[in-house]
């Protein structure tokens, strides 16, 4: 069945660029996402990629897909203490159109 | 900013209580969807809905139920609450189908069953 991997944790400091990477299964997925939780809240959309692009960019976000690979990664450059939160990767999959989320990655920024 | 709500935000209870948790979402969207979230951050799809008199189970088997009488409002119930449905619940909406189909979510309720 489908599935979305990424690692559980990043710690930067401030300033520096984070990269969160995240694999997935489907290679029929038309669709790849990115959503930030802050604590005590939902999941916000970041960012979306259709899985005809390569790249996209969004002010401080950059979306990296390799389709051959099923790696999709998010690039936010000059971190800032405000991005931390949990980033979930996930995918437009299945039958039903629901999404299949990643199990998060916690990002760190140190001062 | 997305317009979906859940209420209560926190919620205590004890063993054997009957709850009903609340969304509610004013964008007309059609789709709505439970998420039960682990301590550990991991997302479970619990139930989803593509609209009125339409529910569905998730990748999660759950005690819950739900119904969807209104476009608006996607209420999820436990008949009887036990500890091991402690977990924070997420609600979402999104179009049938569109560019991206996006999923707003709402605030979040966290449950506690002692």
């Known amino acids: 069945g489908e599935d979305v991997e990424q690692s559980l944790f990043l710690s930067v400091r401030e300033g520096d660029s984070s990269v969160i990477n995240c694999t997935y299964t489907d290679s029929s997925s038309t669709y790849l996402y990115w959503y930030k939780q802050e604590p005590g809240a939902g999941l916000q959309l970041l960012t979306y990629i259709f899985s005809n692009m390569d790249m996209k960019q969004d002010q401080r976000l950059t979306v990296l897909l390799n389709k051959k690979d099923k790696h999709l990664s998010l690039r936010i450059a000059d971190t800032q203490t405000g991005d931390s939160a949990i980033y979930f990767c996930a995918e437009r999959g299945g039958s039903q159109g629901n999404l299949i989320f990643g199990k998060g990655t916690k990002l760190s920024v140190k001062p | 900013e997305a317009d979906i709500y859940q209420t209560p935000r926190y919620l205590v209870i004890g063993t054997g209580k009957k709850i009903t948790l609340e969304c509610s979402q004013t964008m007309g969207h059609d789709k709505m969807y439970w998420y039960q979230q682990d301590p550990g951050m991991e997302l479970h799809l619990i139930h989803y809905?593509?609209?009125?008199?339409?529910?569905e189970k998730g990748d999660l088997s759950s005690e819950s139920t739900v119904s969807r009488i209104r476009t608006e409002h996607f209420p999820l119930t436990l008949e009887s609450a036990r500890p091991s449905h402690t977990s924070q619940y997420l609600c979402?909406?999104?179009?049938?189908?569109?560019?991206?189909?996006?999923?707003?979510f709402g605030p979040g309720t966290r449950l506690t069953v002692l």
């Open positions: 979402a909406s999104s179009e049938l189908a569109g560019i991206g189909n996006e999923q707003f």
């Open positions: 809905s593509y609209g009125v008199n339409s529910t």
